[in-house]
């Protein structure tokens, strides 16, 4: 139980540390006029349901349509996300020996199956499925392809199958003796205490 609670403190550092880093982008590079546009109208849509002027699935496609608006504004800031969980979750253990930042700071590491530091495809792989690193690369090219609120159901469904994943990886790291979640089966690694 302590490997568990120690890797979601490292995971919860490491999040923070990502958020801290997206923030500092978006004062870089602050919201457009067009965003700001897009989140009164947004606003305005949701008073219109919460006070009964707007039918539920009316609300639901237009707040789909402006999802698919603002995302599309801010690509670059999705691509600096991508970038960002990359380095974090990638480069930054395939450089400190299967830590990120996080779980140095809680003592633990990424290895393979035979104990080893882990190689860039498998910390890849492990970021596709935990990291949200999939999530974002999906929606990221779906922006080009999928259209409106066609986009805000696959950004839901996508959701949807990242929530079911990490709740899984959850209940296997709790409950199975090797402490093993889904990215873990599925990249062929392991967490252990440094």
């Given amino acids: 139980m302590e490997l568990f609670f120690r890797r979601v403190e490292a995971f919860l550092l490491d999040v923070l540390i990502l958020a801290?880093?997206?923030?500092?982008?978006s004062l870089v590079f602050p919201t457009n006029n067009n965003v700001v546009k897009l989140n009164k109208e947004f606003n305005t849509i949701t008073d219109n349901y919460l006070n009964g002027d707007l039918e539920y699935s009316k609300y639901i496609h237009e707040a789909g349509n402006i999802e698919y608006l603002v995302d599309r504004e801010q690509i670059f800031y999705n691509v600096m996300n991508v970038i960002l969980v990359i380095i974090f979750f990638v480069f930054i253990p395939f450089l400190n020996n299967g830590s990120t930042l996080g779980k140095k700071v809680?003592?633990?590491?990424?290895?393979?199956?035979?104990?080893?530091?882990?190689?860039?495809?498998i910390l890849i792989i492990r970021s596709l499925i935990f990291n949200s690193l999939g999530y974002l690369l999906i929606t990221l090219a779906a922006i080009f392809i999928v259209k409106d609120y066609n986009y805000f159901i696959l950004t839901i469904i996508l959701s949807i199958i990242e929530l079911l994943l990490?709740?899984?990886?959850?209940?296997m790291i709790l409950y199975r003796s090797d402490k093993r979640g889904v990215h873990d089966f599925i990249a062929g690694t392991k967490v252990v205490k440094i």
Avoid: H, R, T
């Fill in 106 to 121: 809680m003592k633990l590491k990424i290895v393979d199956k035979e104990g080893n530091k882990p190689n860039m495809n």
């Fill in 20 to 25: 801290i880093a997206l923030e500092m982008l």
């Fill in 166 to 171: 990490v709740i899984i990886s959850i209940f």
